[in-house]
Each structure stands twice: as C-alpha cells, then as structure tokens.
C-alpha cells in the first residue's frame, strides 16, 4: 500500500482476521490518508490490531469504523492508541455496540491527544461523557487553529518541496509518450509532438508513489504552507530525521506580513471570546447540519445489534460565509498531513524537433532533474546510429552547460521492439563509449548494471521504476529542501492573483508593490525570491540584462506557446490551408522558407495580442532581429533558416576561426550571431535614407551567411557542425581588427545572456605572413597583421578596448560595437 492515499473497503465482511493484515501493513506505510472499513464484522479483535498499527503509523488521517461489532473493550484498544497516536484527525465508531464505558475510555484519552478533531460515538452514550468529548475536541480545534494562525503571522521557515523535471531529446523517441505514462496516463499513437514545450504539475506522497494531480489541493500557497509547518512540527518530534521537515522551525519571529483577505477575516475572528465559541459548539452526526438527532434502537434482521439512532459525532459548528475557516477545519489540516512530505514536480516536455533546440535555451535551468530520452532502436541500426548519437551528445553537453550539477536520467523507449537483453548490453556499450567518462551527473541503473533505464509506453515497462528514480533524483537535490520563509508564500499567492488579468508582471513597478504589500521590502530578498520561483518552474525571470530582469512571467506556458507559434516546424505543426483561406500564404513561405515574418503575419499567429512585447523580448533574447532590407515590415527568425552547401576553399577573405571542439558549439550559438550581427548592420545604417545602396542585403542560411556591416566591410560566416567551428572571414584587411573584437564581444553576449557563460572557445586567425592559422595569444603577442595593425584605427577609435558584453541592453550593447 506504498502509492495508495484512500482505500475504501466498506461492506465486504473482512472480520478480524482480514482487519489484521490491513492492520500489519498499515503500520509500515507512509502514504494512506483515508481508511473506510465500516460495515465488516469488525469486532474487538480487530480493533485491537488497528489500534496496535494506530501506535506507529503517522499518515493516516480518518478511519471510519461505523456499523461494525466494537464493543467497550475495543474501544479501550482503541483510546489507548490515541494517547500516543499524532496523526488521526477523524474516527468514526458510530451504529457500534460501545457504551458509556468505552466512550469514556475515549473521552480519558483525548486528554493525551492533539490531533483528533472529529469523533462519532453511539447516540446511546450519556450526556455527560458526551459533553467531555465534546469540550476536549472543541480545545483541540482550538488549539489547532491557534497554531495555524501563529504560524501565519510568523516569519517562521520550511522547505518549498519542489522541484522541476525537464524531458529532452530528439523528436521522436517519446518524451511526450514518457511523460504521459509517468502520469499514469494510457499510450496514444494519434497523440501529437510537443510545439516548444508543455508544462504540468503533479504531486507525489513518497518515493514510490504514482504522481497526482495536486489542483484538487484547494487553497493558497500561504495557508497550506502554514499547516504543513504545523504538521511538520509534531512529525519531527515523532521522526527527527525526517529529511524535509529536520530544519522546520529555526527561524521563527514576528512579522508585519500583508495576507490575503479570507486568512485576514481568519485572524480578525479570534477576537471572539471562549465562550461564544462554547455556545457555537455542537453535537451533531452531520457536518453541515451540526444537531442531534433522536431516533429509537432496533435489531437488523441479521440479529446483529445496530441502533438506528442517529450517533454522535463531535465537531465545531461553522460560519457559512468563513471559507478559510471552513477549508481548515475540514481539509486543509487533513491535506497538510498528508503532504507534510509530499513533492510537487513541475513537468517541462520539451519539443524534439532541433528548430525548437535555438528557443529552449531561455527555459533550461541550473537545478532540476533531466531526463534524456532516446530510441534505442535507432542506435542499434548501424545506419542511423550516427545522427541519433548526434542528438544524444547535444543534450547531453546542453545539460551540462547549463546544469552541471543537475541529475542527468538516460532513458531508452521502445523496450518492447528491442527485446533481448543482449540488445540492451549493447546499447548500454554504445552509451558508455559515446559518454566517456564525462558526465558525472549520470544517474546509473544499478540493478541492470545499465547508465540508462529502458522502458516501453505502449506496454508499461520499467514506468514504475522510472517514476521511482525520478523522485528520487528529485528527492536527493538539496536545493528541493531549501528553507523558505511563509512570507515568500504570501508572496507568490498575490503575484499569482494577477495571473486572471495579465501574463507577466514589471520587476520595477508591479513585483516592487506586491512585495511592499507582503512586508518584503529588500529588493534583494524580492530577487532572490524570484529566482527560486523561476528555478521551480513557478514563472519565468531572466535577469541577464536590466530590461529583461524587469519582466516577469507568471503564466510560462503562455510564453511557451506564443514562440513555439513561431519558432516551429513549417511542414509539421504549422496548417497550410488556414493561410491560404485568410490570405497569408505568400508570408508563410517566406517565414519558412526564408526565415523572414512579416508584421501581418506575426499579428495573425498571435492573434493581435501583445506582438509588441513578444517582439521585444525575442529581440532581447536574439531570436529575432528587425528586417530593414525591405519596403514591408519583416522580421528575421534565424531558427528557421535552412541549410545551404559551401565549400568553405570557395570563400574568400581573412579567417577568424572560433574553435567550440574542446567543449561544443550548442544549436542556437550560431543563430544568435546571426541576429546580433544583422542587428548591427541595421543599427549601424537605420538612419541613412538611402540605406538600401549604401550596404547590400544580407544573405542567411542555418549555417553560412554574409552580411555588410557598412559600405566595405563585408564578412561571411560559416557554422561547420562536425569540426565544432564557426570561421568569419573578412573580404577587407581594414576591418579585421574591428571584426575581430566585434565578434568577440557578440560571443560574449550569447554566452552571458543565453548560455549561462558556459561556453568555451579558442581563436585562430590566419597569418599573412605563415600563411598559416595562429592562436589568438601568439597573434596579440607578435602585433600580428592585419589584426592587430595600427591600419584599422581609422575605422574603430575604440581599438584597445573591447566592447562590454556582460550585464548590458541590446541596445546599448549594440552602440557599444
């Protein structure tokens, strides 16, 4: 029972015997909540295995034992269990044969225990003992919600408990599949590829259980943070090592933190005095209705002894317009038991075709776990094993760029297809020898010796075990575990109050006042709040520029889905008929076939909704670049430009060859110096009216280029995908010594802005003299031309200085060069 939270097995006459083997495993699992065993022929017996399991158990929180045989003497079993017992909020012993002495043994217990806040007894009980179970739940409750509003009102901290799975890989090889399984979704053949990028949520209990949906968790982030650290509490004295509650509690002081309105209405009703509450208390076995209700005793027709009077159940009567109140006195209390050390996952399926690889570097984060997806049938095909290692080395170095310290989960689909275990040896070779020995952050398959986990979806293999590692990678990231404090909860609850009305939010303006609002002032404290969001996949914040870092988006999947509208593939994901109907065909051919959109069609795929701010932050992020070589308004997309075969001997002019080999060039790299360098063209001519005659227009392929920076100054660019390499060459010996520091400083830019400044390169630059390609370093040493010649001073005053790169605006960036 390690992934169930709710078992209902009522009426189905398990007796004691069956009771004691529920009762066995109950008392080594940590996840089920919920318990029904009413209406079994459950006697005294049975009650005396519940009540053993009650003593150590720590998750249950309701069991309902109504209509079964307990008598006095299983209820004794039972109230002994709750003097020592801290989970159960419920229990349930109505239409049982208890009278006044076992509901006294109950009522004697309660005075022991601090977490029961709901009991139903006979109707038969006397008044008396009623009336003490009835005061002793009303200052439990009492006690509870003191506790909980203390610790809304402290600055008390606990971990966020969550993290972020991002699945890469080619397209193809069944992420989206993966992710659907891990769900515990059913396998789809019709389903369609990721366009950029799905994002979801599950929640998970412990380390073996399915993934849930955690939407049916009703309530703010803020109060059901502040019952967990109730829970929390009374779990570390009960387990002190407890990884995600052992730091609960260190920092605990008064603060002056602005909650949302309902837990405000929440704190202003404690002013009602003790004995209003008392008055508003009653005994009822209803929960909505809060009365007795008297009926007469008769026998069931099978002889056993049922009273037909309504029994007693002993609860707090509620105010039906208090729906915090409401929510923390029937669920949220209960809930928080439950996920005292529960994991919420914030799932990214990434798209796998490589026109999405350019875009996916804005989202991909330091933290997390990875799962890298692959077909194992194409790396057992000698014909194919080539291009599908190609993809395998690119994310795996992708992950290592921008998470070197994350969990790295290889993962191979189509298990059923490969089928015999010498099939997986080899595989298993294959991967060892194309990793090597460097990527630490492999997370291996110790019980089949593999660094890899094969499943299959359509038949469920190894899903299970999966969803097992997963968490677990999860689970040992200690950043999962990082303190937080409640009033970074509070935080987060107003920024996502806004999610109804806009997408993103301004740093200087809106997150500022939100933050003055819930007493964190510090806009240090404010960043760093957000930067963990962001690493948690709760919203995207880049920070790599001023203008960038005042953007904040508190819906990613809005984000997602309006570059993925763009940045997508042509022939794939894109309807060509819809264009032809509403008169966009010509502009689609020329987005895809020429990586150049125009303003009508940006506006239609958008559907005329915030384009200027998309616009802007593809500029920003160097996905996009303004078009001026034209009389209508175009944008360029180097993403989706296509490949053009060069032969590198035909191009002419000086050779600055930036050498990725002892790292790697990432897919993007190449594309967003495209960007930068039209966008400097056009910076550097925009306001010259006759622009047109004084340089020529650009022309761009995915992996050649030329471009006139001014009348003269004309550079080719050349990615060469297997040497790792992209060579500018410059047609005139005049400019080299600019070129050369402008290109350095747009690498720079890229590597800072997109890269997470883990890209490593060499230059080489070509030797008039040698004839003959030098390092960088010998070329400085020896002044060597036309690099480093006084000849290009009239061309670039700014000679001994490089261009800033780091912590700058595009536009200033771009003034600079």
């Known amino acids: 029972m390690t992934s169930i939270i709710m078992i209902i097995l009522s009426t189905n006459d398990i007796g004691n015997g069956g009771v004691k083997s529920i009762a066995d495993a109950l008392k080594g699992n940590t996840s089920l909540t919920s318990l029904n065993l009413s209406t079994n022929e459950i006697g005294n017996g049975g009650a005396k295995s519940l009540a053993d399991a009650l003593k150590v158990n720590t998750t249950l929180a309701s069991l309902n034992l109504k209509e079964n045989q307990i008598g006095n003497e299983g209820a004794t079993f039972l109230a002994n269990a709750l003097k020592v017992n801290t989970s159960l909020a419920s229990l349930n012993l109505r239409y049982t044969q208890i009278s006044d002495e076992g509901a006294k043994s109950l009522a004697d217990a309660l005075e022991a225990n601090t977490s029961l806040t709901e009991l139903s007894v006979p109707a038969n009980v006397h008044s008396g003992i009623i009336g003490k179970i009835k005061a002793r739940i009303l200052s439990t409750r009492r006690t509870q919600k003191r506790k909980f509003l203390e610790a809304l009102k402290s600055d008390e901290k606990a971990p966020l408990n969550r993290s972020r799975l991002m699945f890469v890989g080619q397209g193809k090889a069944g992420k989206s599949a993966t992710v659907r399984s891990l769900l515990g979704k059913g396998f789809n053949p019709d389903w369609d590829s990721t366009i950029g990028a799905d994002i979801s949520e599950r929640m998970t209990s412990s380390a073996t259980s399915k993934w849930r949906n955690p939407d049916d968790l009703k309530g703010d982030f803020t109060s059901r943070f502040a019952a967990r650290l109730m829970v929390a509490h009374s779990n570390t004295r009960n387990r002190p090592n407890a990884k995600a509650t052992a730091q609960v509690g260190k920092t605990k002081e008064k603060t002056n933190l602005v909650l949302p309105s309902h837990i405000n209405k929440m704190l202003n009703e404690e002013a009602i005095n003790d004995s209003t509450k008392t008055t508003n208390a009653t005994v009822s076995n209803d929960p909505e209705s809060a009365r007795i209700r008297n009926v007469q005793h008769n026998e069931s027709s099978s002889g056993r002894i049922r009273p037909s009077l309504k029994n007693t159940s002993v609860q707090v009567k509620q105010e039906p317009n208090d729906e915090i109140v409401r929510e923390f006195e029937e669920k949220l209390f209960l809930d928080a038991k439950r996920d005292v050390n529960s994991l919420t996952l914030s799932l990214w399926d990434f798209g796998g075709q490589q026109v999405f690889y350019a875009m996916h570097h804005i989202f ?19 014909t194919k094993r080539e291009e599908a290692s190609k993809y395998l080395l690119f994310w795996l170095r992708s992950v290592k760029l921008h998470a070197p310290k994350a969990s790295l989960i290889l993962t191979g689909t189509f298990l059923a297809d490969v089928g015999e275990r010498e099939n997986l040896r080899t595989v298993d070779i294959i991967l060892r020898e194309l990793i090597k020995a460097t990527f630490s952050q492999i997370v291996p398959n110790i019980d089949e010796s593999f660094i890899y986990f094969p499943i299959d979806n359509k038949e469920g293999l190894g899903i299970d075990k999966l969803r097992g590692i997963v968490e677990e990678s999860a689970r040992n990231d200690d950043g999962v575990f990082e303190n937080v404090s409640i009033r970074w909860m509070a935080f987060l609850d107003k920024i996502y109050s806004e999610r109804d009305k806009v997408s993103y939010l301004t740093l200087s303006r809106d997150i500022r006042d939100i933050g003055l609002e819930v007493g964190i002032s510090n806009s240090i404290e404010q960043e760093a709040a957000l930067a963990l969001f962001h690493e948690r996949g709760l919203l995207i914040h880049l920070t790599s520029t001023a203008i960038l870092k005042d953007i904040v988006v508190i819906n990613p999947q809005w984000l997602v889905d309006a570059l993925g509208k763009i940045i997508c593939d042509g022939n794939l994901h894109i309807d060509k008929d819809e264009f032809k109907r509403v008169g966009l065909e010509e502009d689609r051919k020329r987005t895809f076939e020429k990586g150049l959109a125009s303003r009508d069609f940006l506006e239609y795929v958008w559907k005329g909704s915030q384009v200027d701010f998309f616009l802007d932050l593809m ?7 303004k078009w001026i070589f034209s009389k209508n308004e175009l944008y360029l997309i180097p993403s989706l430009l296509e490949d053009y075969l060069v032969e590198k001997e035909t191009i002419k002019g000086r050779r600055c060859v930036i050498d990725f080999s002892n790292n790697f060039l990432p897919i993007g790299v190449f594309q967003r110096l495209l960007c930068l360098c039209v966008a400097h063209s056009v910076r550097g001519n925009e306001n010259e009216s006759d622009h047109n005659e004084l340089i020529m227009e650009p022309s761009l392929h995915k992996n050649y280029a030329t471009i006139e920076f001014e009348p003269g100054f004309k550079v080719h660019l050349l990615q060469d995908e297997e040497a790792q390499t992209i060579t500018i060459f410059v047609r005139n010996d005049e400019f080299a010594g600019k070129c050369l520091r402008i290109v350095q400083a747009m690498l720079r830019k890229v590597n800072h802005d997109v890269m997470g400044s883990g ?31 006084c000849r290009e001073n009239k061309h670039n005053v700014k000679t001994s200085v490089t261009p800033a790169a780091e912590n700058i605006d595009l536009a200033g960036f771009l003034d600079s060069l």
Do not use: K
């Open 364 to 382: 991909l984060t330091q933290s997390g776990v990875y799962i890298l997806l692959f077909d194992m049938r194409e790396l057992l095909e000698p």
């Open 619 to 625: 500029q920003r992020t160097m996905l996009l670049s």
């Open 759 to 789: 890209l490593n390169w060499e230059i080489y630059l070509d030797d008039v003299v040698a004839d003959e390609l030098r390092s960088l370093r010998e070329a400085q040493e020896e002044n060597a031309s036309p690099w480093f010649s």
